[in-house]
């Protein structure tokens, strides 16, 4: 069955990296909005018959829910055989427990929304901590594929003597992953967190054997950038030299990246997320992952 990749606005690049690689023609969406500010939106490719893959990365989400509702909507409207989301970012998996009386179930509640108008998902590195699966909240097949080798083999390729430093100890499945793809050793950091932009570090294992080479933090976000940037000055007061860090999706809020610009000897992140760091492309990772690459 013929398959069209159909961006969402900002993810032609994206799109047409993919293409490049399966093979696979690229829809036009319009997009615009009413006087009211709301939603106008309309597939101007011919999708009857087709696997729509919709591509849509989410940052900043809710400005961008509507939209891509309404652009599922339609491509099933025109008679689209099936419409999948291919999301490089995917929101909302933060809040998956109710941590104080009241609160919404924000995970649950936007998988219940997305598999209500897709009919599958595929996405890279999901912040899932207490989530062990994407099929724990989405009622869709899902598909959560992983940048760890791409990550991996850039270091190999632009480090010397890297060592691979998760900045806690949720972050041991991407520092493991990674070091293995770049061929190094690694290690974690264990995380007490003060405040929301506070946080207290200490070393788990002994860091003293590996002084001398040079630390290399990775993290599947970085958001506020205080884990970051703060793992970086703890690095420099064990004795080793400035830390590069990789990062799978650059959320970045205000300022953070000038803070952990300041701590560290670069940044870099994948594409996940348009951001002028971006220096690794997960296109080949989400064209093998729908089958095409």
Known sequence: MARLLLPMPGNEAMANAIAARTGDAVGVLEHRRFPDNESYVRVLTDVKGREVE???TLANPDEKLVGLCLAADAARGAGAARVRLIAPYLPYLRQDARFNQGEALAAQTFASLVSSVFDGLITVDPHLHRIKRLGDVYAIPSAALTASDEIGAWIGKRVATPLIVGPDE???????????????PYTTLRK??????EVRLEAVGDLKQSLGRQPVLVDDIVSSGTTLSSAARFLRAAGFAKPHCVVVHAVFAEGALRRLEAETASVASTDTILHPTNEISVAGVLAAGMGGG
């Not at 949720?170 to 190094?184: C, D, K």
């Open 54 to 56: 919709l591509i849509a």
């Open 170 to 184: 949720e972050s041991l499945q991407w520092a493991e992953r990674v070091a293995a793809a770049a061929g190094a």
């Open 192 to 197: 007490t967190r003060l405040g929301d932009r």
